[in-house]
Structures are given as structure tokens and as C-alpha cells.
């Protein structure tokens, strides 16, 4: 198994308070994403990181912030918590392909279980 | 914007049957294609990965194929049992930072 670990696997919270969940991995893959998994969307982008302090949006960021400081931390942080942020958070790794064909695989962590209160 | 489709949402099949789920995507460009299984309540496990270059992945009773052309893959279960049942996801990477796109799954049940 890939080395990804996602912490804190659980978190209850109260809404307002800043919460930051940690991803981080051992295989040295220069790309990471937060994704949330919400019933009925499946799972949604919230950011990625394509290399140290590189970081864009994804198709639901508002609300998060990230940051990467070194290649093996990726850190998604709530400013301040919402109810509509209780979700299941998932990060990912991959790596740039060596074939012609630019070929990669994703590897996912165990998710993380935020609930806003 | 790349956008993922499958189809059917949900299945509920008597154990023994033969089944194929349905993944369709807007934009070819793609790198890759991986089918994922969620149990209630866990993580991602991959199952197969399709690279852009090849047309179909085995492993064990399953069976993917990748027609990158007409933006369709399709991932076969021969003889389904009870404990297949879980949510099948599909997932494209593309773009400049190969980011995996997700369906929204096909929910299987196989019942006994």
C-alpha cells in the first residue's frame, strides 16, 4: 500500500473554530488533492498541489485553504468551520508518469470524518 | 471541464449473474482511468488501472475496458458474489496535474 496517512481520522467541531487536517506521505509523489465525499455528489475537488508552496483551487475551495511547506505535508485548513463542511475528507498522491504515454496512478488515504456542530 | 458519468446508479442482482457498470467522460485527453471499490463507512481501494495507451486490465473476476475514442469504459464482474457488494467508482486523470475525476458511483447489491 501506498505510504499516505490522513490525520485525525475523526474530528467533531464547533461551527466557527479553525480546523486543519493533515495528509501526509512517504513516497515522494510531487502531486496531492483534498477531495470531500458528500451523499449524492460523490467525490468533489477542494484543492491540489502540484509541488512545494504550489497550490490551485479546486471545484469546491471556498471555505478551505492549503498549504505545503515540504513534499511530504499537504494541509487542508477550515478558517472557520460550517455545518455544510461536515463531510468525509479524502487526500490523494500521484506522480508524473516515466512512459509515452504519461502514465500514473492515484493513491488515496483512509479519510478523515468531520463533524461541524 | 472534464465531467464523469456512470451508469446505473444503483444495482441489485441475485448472486451468479454477470454485470457490467458504466463509466463515460466528456474530454479523451486523459492519462489514465481507475476503477475504485467503497465499502459503507471506508476508503478507496483501487482495483484496476487503465493506462491511456491500453484497452483493457484483468484481475481476477473483473475486467476493464478503456475506449478512450468514444470516452466509454466499462468494468465487467463475472459470476458476482454477496461480498462485491459495495459503491464501484470511476476516476480520470487529465490535466496539466493529472487529477483524478470521479462519477458518483454505482451502489451494488448482490444478494444470496
Known amino acids: 500500500d501506498a505510504g499516505i496517512t490522513q490525520s485525525p481520522r475523526h474530528k467533531v467541531t464547533e461551527t466557527g473554530t479553525p480546523v486543519t487536517l493533515r495528509c501526509h506521505q512517504t513516497?515522494?509523489?510531487?502531486?496531492m488533492y483534498w477531495y470531500r465525499q458528500d451523499p449524492g455528489h460523490g467525490l468533489r475537488l477542494i484543492h491540489y498541489?502540484?509541488?512545494?508552496?504550489?497550490?490551485d483551487k479546486g471545484e469546491v475551495s471556498d471555505g478551505y485553504s492549503v498549504s505545503r511547506s515540504k513534499t511530504e505535508d499537504f494541509l487542508l485548513t477550515l478558517e472557520s468551520a460550517t455545518s455544510s463542511q461536515t463531510s468525509v475528507y479524502f487526500c490523494?498522491?500521484?506522480?508524473?508518469?516515466?512512459?509515452?504515454?504519461?502514465?500514473?496512478?492515484?493513491?488515496f488515504g483512509q479519510g478523515t470524518r468531520l463533524t461541524v456542530v | 471541464k472534464q465531467e464523469v458519468t456512470q451508469i446505473p446508479a444503483a444495482l441489485s442482482v441475485p448472486e451468479g449473474e454477470n454485470l457490467v457498470l458504466n463509466c463515460s467522460f466528456t474530454?479523451?485527453?486523459?492519462?489514465?482511468l481507475q476503477w475504485f471499490r467503497q465499502d459503507p463507512g471506508k476508503g478507496l481501494t483501487s482495483l484496476l488501472l487503465?493506462?491511456?495507451?491500453?484497452r483493457e486490465q484483468t484481475s481476477g473476476r473483473l475486467n476493464a475496458s478503456l475506449d478512450k475514442s468514444s470516452g466509454r469504459s466499462t468494468l465487467y464482474i463475472a459470476a458476482s458474489q454477496p461480498g462485491d457488494s459495495a459503491t464501484y467508482l470511476c476516476?480520470?486523470?487529465?490535466?496539466?496535474?493529472?487529477?483524478?475525476?470521479f462519477g458518483r458511483g454505482t451502489s451494488l447489491i448482490v444478494h444470496p
Open positions: 490523494a498522491i500521484s506522480e508524473a508518469g516515466t512512459g509515452s504515454s504519461g502514465d500514473t496512478e492515484a493513491f
Open positions: 513516497e515522494n509523489h510531487r502531486y
Open positions: 498541489s502540484y509541488g512545494v508552496k504550489d497550490t
Open positions: 474530454d479523451s485527453a486523459i492519462y489514465n
Open positions: 487503465i493506462q491511456s495507451s491500453q
Open positions: 476516476a480520470v486523470a487529465s490535466g496539466g496535474s493529472y487529477i483524478p475525476t
